[in-house]
Nanobody, 117 residues
Framework: QVQLVESGGGLVQPGGSLRLSCAASGIIFSIYAMGWYRQAPGKQRELVAGITSGGRLKYADSVKGRFTISRDNGKNTVYLQMNSLKPEDTAVYYC???????????WGQGTQVTVSS
């Protein structure tokens, strides 16, 4: 059974930082591309950051220079370090594991990030 468990969300003031974690089980983590997506109320889910099995990185333009994605294959965990948070970063953040096929695409349950004073 595949599980992706996110943690680290919460309420933070503008300009603050949070680190999200996503612990994976039930997959060969090292061969999966991992990503963080977010969905704000009334908006479509969007890619925030991704990291391939080889370590190639991708970021949404809106978070470049503020967010950093990383992975620890020994811990089966992917991280999202979020700095200089803005109110528009408020959303539910989801972890994704992409094995390259429709049957190897998995999602976590999401973690709420709220940026507000």
């Amino acid at each position: 059974q595949v599980q992706l468990v996110e943690s680290g969300g919460g309420l933070v003031q503008p300009g603050g930082s949070l680190r999200l974690s996503c612990a994976a089980s039930g997959i060969i983590f090292s061969i999966y591309a991992m990503g963080w997506y977010r969905q704000a109320p009334g908006k479509q889910r969007e890619l925030v950051a991704g990291i391939t099995s080889g370590g190639r990185l991708k970021y949404a333009d809106s978070v470049k220079g503020r967010f950093t994605i990383s992975r620890d294959n020994g811990k089966n965990t992917v991280y999202l370090q979020m700095n200089s948070l803005k109110p528009e970063d408020t959303a539910v953040y989801y972890c994704n594991a992409d094995g390259g096929t429709s049957w190897s695409d998995f999602w976590g349950q999401g973690t709420q990030v709220t940026v507000s004073s």
